[in-house]
């Protein structure tokens, strides 16, 4: 039997209501030479029946909950394709998404990876309306240490060049893919489609796209990380300074409004380092004079509901 051209992974957690719908929008694929793995981490509502109900064949893991990582790392290892192609199951692939994208890749042997631009849709389908980022082809460190344009439900990428960089790091708990598509602009150019051949949808189970405040510290943490490894003599300091105090802002900020003012101290803190800026200095001096009080989330590293925000 013949191996598959493109091998489409779906990660899912708890999406009874939303993956059938995903996969139907697989099956309107105009490219054919595809298989489908679902990589189920540890649902506990209906995701399996659903699955198993579907008439097309499809390839269904199940793992114990382990996170987003885990999960596509998992499914990788079972893929027959040269080409991945990964699609949350949430989201919806217009259907000349593989045809196009796929093409893309195949035809500059040196790209490790193809993406398509995206639109934002709500719970029910409609076009929310929001900032479009620039799409970057070729080599693209740069531009994507400085902005996040590639959602990852639009990417089409050469399997053996993922697994040799190293695949998804399931140590983290957010911005996983972020972190690999890093990894890998580091050796290899991207090709961009620019056309909206994806449905992102945005709702209120959506957790990588909720702005958690864990979530933009780790970006904050993975952008530090990434520039003190790899960014000397590869990325403009003026632009990583720029970019990171922008972000360690952002973090800290959202941090001080959740009342974790030892940690939001720390994070301000960063921000400054990186470049002196106005607008951090009241949040600063806020958590500053807050931390350690009784007000401070951060003393005991305890939770305060989300209505109770600054």
């Known amino acids: 039997m013949s191996r598959p051209q493109v091998s489409v992974i779906v990660p899912t957690h708890n999406r009874a209501s939303l993956i059938g719908q995903t996969l139907d929008s697989i099956s ?161 150019p991207f090709v961009s489609v620019p056309k909206p051949l994806c449905l992102r949808r945005s709702h209120k189970g959506s957790l990588s796209r909720n702005g958690n405040v864990c979530n933009l510290t780790r970006k904050a943490q993975l952008l530090e990380g ?3 490894r790899h960014g000397n003599g590869t990325i403009p300091a003026d632009l990583a300074h720029r970019r990171l105090a922008k972000t360690f802002y952002t973090a800290g900020k959202a941090t001080a409004r959740h009342r974790n003012f030892t940690e939001s101290v720390d994070l301000l803190r960063r921000s400054m380092d990186y470049v002196p800026s106005p607008r951090a200095l009241p949040w600063y001096w806020l958590s500053l004079a807050l931390r350690g009080t009784p007000a401070d989330r951060g003393r005991n590293n305890g939770h305060l509901p989300e209505q109770q925000a600054l």
Not at 29 to 50: C, H, K, L, N, W
Not at 60 to 84: D, F, I, P, T
Not at 111 to 138: C, E, M, P, S, V
């Open 226 to 228: 990434f520039y003190d």
């Open 28 to 188: 309107r694929q105009t490219f054919r030479d595809y298989e489908v793995i679902i990589i189920d981490d540890g649902s506990t509502d209906e995701t399996a029946r659903v699955v198993r109900q579907r008439p097309e064949p499809l390839h269904y893991l199940y793992q114990e909950q382990r996170g987003a990582a885990a999960a596509r790392n998992h499914a990788l290892a079972e893929a027959n394709g040269s080409l991945v192609a990964f699609l949350d199951s949430d989201d919806i692939w217009l259907p000349d998404f593989l045809s196009e994208v796929a093409a893309a890749v195949q035809a500059q042997s040196d790209a490790a990876l193809g993406y398509a631009d995206f639109r934002t849709i709500d719970g029910q389908g409609r076009t929310l309306r929001g900032h479009r980022k620039k799409q970057h082809g070729g080599r693209v460190v740069t531009p994507l240490f400085a902005s996040i344009f590639i959602h990852t439900s639009c990417v089409v990428a050469r399997r053996d060049a993922i697994l040799q960089a190293g695949g998804f790091d399931d140590r983290m708990e957010a911005n996983e893919d972020y972190d690999l598509w890093l990894r890998l602009s580091l050796e290899h």
